[in-house]
């Protein structure tokens, strides 16, 4: 069994100010770890993700996370957001030889001008 | 390129009646997965599809049901419909079996009455 903590459902922050998006999984197997974004009215455009090597993964608009396999994490950073990275950001995870993604319940965040 | 495209973009059912969905592929792409996204809730996989062939189900009812054309297109069928079905329901495509990065498409709105 499987399962994804996305710990805060709403993430208000100050534009330029920093925000971590938290995400925890559970698995009794090897997982490949993802982020989403979906902004309004669309589909999930991915992130990052994780599958091997370096712990810390970058990713497109300036996001980074970083895998920390002791406490089963996989928080999402950005050091300075701006008012279109308001959107819900998605943590899933993929089982290793499985086909599907398993989504958590997602984090909305909101950036305040 | 043009990426996954999913029609209708809306659609309104009323209880009890059957509802198709489909989906294109980008180019090149042999697997699509359908993913159910409840309001206010992360997506929950429904089926995967490769090479026309199932490759994977979710906890769904068997009034879920899909299938992969020649073209790598596909449709999603729900039969009986429910309230409890209203949802965005979203395709992926991707160029492998367990590829490591899944496209989205818009998804379909579909409000069940």
């Known amino acids: 069994a499987q399962s994804v903590t996305q710990l805060d459902s709403q993430v208000p922050v100050f534009e330029e100010a920093p925000v971590e998006l938290r995400c925890n999984y559970s698995s009794s197997v090897s997982v490949y770890l993802f982020w989403y974004v979906q902004y309004p009215n669309q589909g999930l455009q991915l992130l990052l993700k994780y599958l091997s090597g370096s712990t810390l993964v970058k990713g497109i608009n300036g996001f980074e996370a970083e895998f920390n396999k002791s406490q089963t994490s996989f928080h999402l950073r950005k050091p300075s957001v701006h008012i279109s990275d308001t959107a819900e950001y998605f943590c899933a995870v993929r089982q290793t030889g499985a086909n599907n993604l398993f989504f958590g319940t997602g984090t909305r965040l909101t950036v305040i001008p | 390129d043009a990426g996954v495209t999913q029609s209708p973009t809306h659609l309104i059912k009323t209880r009890g009646q059957h509802v198709t969905l489909r989906c294109s592929p980008i180019s090149g792409h042999k697997s699509v997965s359908w993913y159910q996204q409840v309001l206010g809730q992360g997506p929950q996989f429904i089926f995967q599809?490769?090479?026309?062939?199932?490759?994977g189900r979710g906890n769904f009812p068997d009034r879920f049901s899909a299938r992969q054309f020649p073209n790598y297109s596909s449709e999603l069928n729900v039969n009986a419909l429910l309230l409890g079905d209203s949802a965005l329901y979203l395709c992926?495509?991707?160029?492998?079996?367990?590829?490591?990065?899944?496209?989205f498409g818009p998804g379909t709105r579909l409000t069940v009455l």
């Open positions: 599809y490769y090479e026309k062939e199932e490759r």
């Open positions: 992926a495509s991707s160029l492998a079996d367990r590829s490591n990065e899944q496209f």
